[in-house]
């Protein structure tokens, strides 16, 4: 969960970031365009080198996650660890090249990379590259734009632009006491100011590690009463069965069967274009844990309706045939203090219309095909078969061959055939199962 977040997080300061290297390279081609027409009165040839460069550098990063990501799609390059320092670094590079060219035009620029870097989670490694490269940008930049790029004035007097022009005389001034002229009151001004914007940056990453640790501790506490709410629900589904099983064992197998063979149909289901959307991985959950409770109302069934040998007469048959109802009712009422609607819902269906037919000649309400819950079904088909392949103190178990035969005829009938059409294909599943009682 942890590793999962920090993964989010980090996925999303890349694509920020990525956005933004695509902005400067937008604005650093509006700059180039309003230099060569006039708008701005910087030296032609020294913007067009040096701006070119710069939109290079910008767009390394958007194309290769335009590459990677949209065009072929075989990789997240998001979630590429080393892909934040190949976007910093190619920010550093082009801030480097705008600082050393245009020098005080461009003086802000110093700040984007560490502003950048806090986007990630506070690593100290990080922090003194960071640190270390905004430094050493600032040496570069200073000097770099005094020897080659568009220099203060102020510093080449008392050379005419014309002789400024000429590198061999940059560097003679420079060797005077120029050199720490501007150390003094260029180089580290600038160092004091970009060192106080990387602590903010510094203090800006830990916040959102802070934030994202905030997050994981939360994440958890949810996650950890999830389960205890999941373990509580589960064991009121299990002590329920144990409820019918003290009261008649072969009922109790039949619930622990009947979940195995509604786990074997709906992981199926889930293979299929018309289910896999319907059939999410939460709700195929609920539909295998909520399958146990099926024959809960036969709580409601006296005992010598449900252990009757021999046939049942038309009156206690339509006695057996509540229990659909009452299983209704007692998830509504007794398991409503779990708080889980979609749970509920879902037991709530498969309790009341397992014995539904596809051609609305079931019970208890005589439902017709997609009018009858999804749940129930699936819980049809795993019930009846069970149903047919175990010993009942009224008669004997059927093959389990034989039973898919029968399930396999009922389609259209008792069963939806498309539920069928996945039972033929899991079969062997059904077969397995089956014939491990004997």
């Not at 080449?156 to 590198?167: G, H, M, N, V």
């Not at 970009?194 to 959102?208: E, F, M, Q, S, T």
């Not at 619930?255 to 059939?279: A, G």
């Not at 819902?345 to 999804?374: C, F, Q, R, T």
Request: glycine share 4%; hydrophobic share 50%; net charge neutral.
């Amino acid at each position: 969960m942890e590793e999962k977040l920090y993964l989010e997080a980090e996925k999303k300061a890349n694509l920020f970031n990525i956005y933004f290297m695509g902005i400067m390279a937008i604005i650093s081609i509006i700059a180039f365009i309003l230099n060569e027409i006039g708008v701005f009165n910087l030296n032609k040839s020294i913007v067009r080198i040096s701006l070119s460069c710069v939109i290079v550098f910008f767009l390394i990063p958007v194309l290769a996650y335009l590459i990677g990501e949209k065009a072929l799609k075989k990789n997240n390059i998001l979630e590429n660890k080393h892909f934040k320092w190949f976007i910093i670094t190619s920010a550093f590079f082009s801030m480097l090249i705008l600082c050393v060219a245009l020098s005080f035009q461009a003086v802000l620029v110093l700040v984007f990379p560490t502003l950048m870097a806090a986007q990630y989670k506070n690593q100290k490694l990080m922090t003194i590259i960071i640190f270390i490269a905004s430094m050493l940008i600032i040496i570069l930049s200073v000097y770099g734009a005094y020897l080659f790029g568009i220099y203060d004035a102020n510093l080449l007097k008392p050379l005419t632009e014309e002789e400024a022009s000429i590198f061999e005389n940059r560097v003679n001034i420079l060797k005077t006491n120029r050199g720490w002229i501007i150390l003094l009151h260029y180089v580290i001004p600038r160092m004091l100011i970009v060192a106080a914007i990387d602590y903010i940056g510094l203090a800006i990453a830990k916040r959102n590690t802070f934030m994202v640790n905030e997050q994981i501790i939360l994440s958890k506490q949810v996650q950890d009463e999830i389960l205890a709410r999941s373990s509580m629900q589960n064991g009121v589904i299990m002590h329920l069965a144990d409820i019918i099983e003290s009261r008649d064992l072969e009922t109790g197998e039949h619930i622990k069967r009947t979940k195995e063979y509604v786990s074997i149909l709906v992981n199926e289901m889930k293979k299929k274009d018309k289910y896999k959307d319907v059939l999410t991985d939460k709700v195929s959950e609920i539909i295998i844990n909520a399958a146990p409770l099926h024959d809960i109302g036969k709580i409601a069934v006296s005992d010598l309706i449900l252990c009757k040998k021999g046939k049942l007469t038309d009156e206690e048959f339509e006695k057996m045939k509540i229990h659909t109802v009452k299983g209704g009712e007692i998830i509504d009422n007794i398991l409503n203090d779990l708080g889980d609607k979609e749970f509920l819902e879902v037991a709530y269906d498969i309790a009341i219309s397992h014995h539904e037919k596809w051609n609305g000649l079931g019970y208890p309400y005589g439902l017709k095909e997609e009018n009858i819950p999804l749940s129930g079904r699936i819980m049809a088909i795993a019930d009846v078969y069970d149903a047919l392949t175990s010993e009942r103190c009224y008669k004997k178990a059927m093959p389990p061959l034989e039973a898919v035969d029968i399930i396999l005829k009922d389609s259209g009938t008792h069963f939806d055939p498309s539920i069928v059409e996945v039972f033929n294909n899991v079969k062997d599943k059904f077969i397995s199962i089956a014939s491990s009682k004997e």
